[in-house]
C-alpha cells in the first residue's frame, strides 16, 4: 500500500477558501438552490 501521510482530501478549516468568496452562487438566490416544499423546480 502507498503512504500518502499529509494526503488530506478534505480541506481543514485553517485553509482559505477564496473560490467560495468568488463564487456564483453567493450572488444568487438561494431559491434557485433550495425552493419551498411544493414549490417549482
Same mark, same amino acid.
Given at each position: 500500500?502507498?503512504?500518502?501521510?499529509?494526503?488530506? !482530501?478534505?480541506?481543514?478549516?485553517?485553509?482559505? #477558501?477564496?473560490?467560495? *468568496? +468568488?463564487? !456564483?452562487?453567493?450572488?444568487?438566490?438561494?431559491? #434557485?438552490?433550495?425552493? *419551498? +416544499?411544493?414549490?417549482?423546480?
Amino acid at each position: 500500500m502507498s503512504d500518502f501521510t499529509g494526503l488530506s !482530501l478534505v480541506p481543514s478549516d485553517s485553509e482559505p #477558501a477564496g473560490w467560495q *468568496e +468568488k463564487a !456564483l452562487c453567493a450572488q444568487t438566490d438561494p431559491e #434557485a438552490f433550495f425552493p *419551498e +416544499k411544493g414549490g417549482s423546480t
